[in-house]
């Protein structure tokens, strides 16, 4: 009965090598959300779907993209990995609707990102 | 831009005693502050949340409060128990902002609790 569903759960690459996280989810929500997060820190928006429409944060670095082929799935492409890139990805859900208070999101399990 | 603080970072409580973490948020749009409890390796896992029409809610063992004049809420967690042992975060979430885009929440910096037996 998972809802938020991330794989691989562990993922090794090597510098400069692309790589590509996915999610999917089965909650049927319209806005899900990448977000980084490093060792002993809080989860660092990358950027967030809302239906079709990207949204990417402002501090975002241009080596992080992301597509989302339909509802459910939603991938997160490192163009070319850093050491400073290794973290924990965590994607999450939520239910927005318009003129409505922020609803809950739905973390994934989180895929660890090692970069050698 | 918008910020939220949280203290302390780090907190020691015995086994049975209460624990509290406070956090304060900078934007006064802010109208939904959920608290996340993350295991080491394991993904945020929301343990309560609150809106700002209300000034406190109560689940159990937990219970947070909010003061919107001052801009700060709190995680209050009584009769502790090893298990409650993590780190906490706490969130601040602005609505709905216009088409397209999806409301979002920042995260505090974290408090690692640890419960002495």
């Known amino acids: 009965d998972a809802m938020v569903i991330q794989n691989p759960r562990y993922q090794v690459t090597q510098f400069g090598k692309p790589v590509t996280l996915s999610c999917s989810q089965t909650l049927n929500h319209n806005v899900m959300y990448w977000y980084q997060q490093k060792s002993s820190q809080a989860p660092k928006l990358l950027f967030h779907y809302y239906d079709k429409d990207f949204n990417n944060e402002a501090d975002t670095p241009d080596n992080f993209q992301s597509r989302r082929p339909n509802t459910s799935f939603c991938f997160l492409d490192i163009r070319s990995p850093g050491l400073g890139d290794a973290a924990m990805y965590l994607c999450?859900?939520?239910?927005?609707?318009?003129?409505?208070?922020?609803?809950?999101?739905?973390f994934g399990p989180g895929t660890r990102l090692t970069v050698l | 831009g918008e910020n939220v603080e949280q203290h302390p970072s780090t907190l020691s409580v015995q086994e049975g005693d209460s624990a509290v973490i406070k956090c304060t948020y900078s934007d006064s749009a802010s109208n939904y502050f959920p608290w996340y409890k993350q295991e080491l390796g394991k993904r945020p896992q929301l343990i309560i949340d609150i809106r700002s029409n209300v000034g406190e809610k109560k689940d159990q063992r937990i219970a947070v409060t909010l003061n919107k004049t001052a801009k700060h809420f709190s995680l209050h967690i009584t009769e502790t128990q090893p298990e409650d042992s993590a780190v906490y975060f706490c969130a601040a979430g602005t609505g709905w902002r216009g088409y397209s885009s999806a409301s979002k929440i920042i995260f505090g910096s974290g408090t690692r609790l640890s419960i002495r037996p």
């Open positions: 999450a859900t939520s239910r927005d609707k318009e003129g409505h208070s922020t609803d809950t999101q739905y």
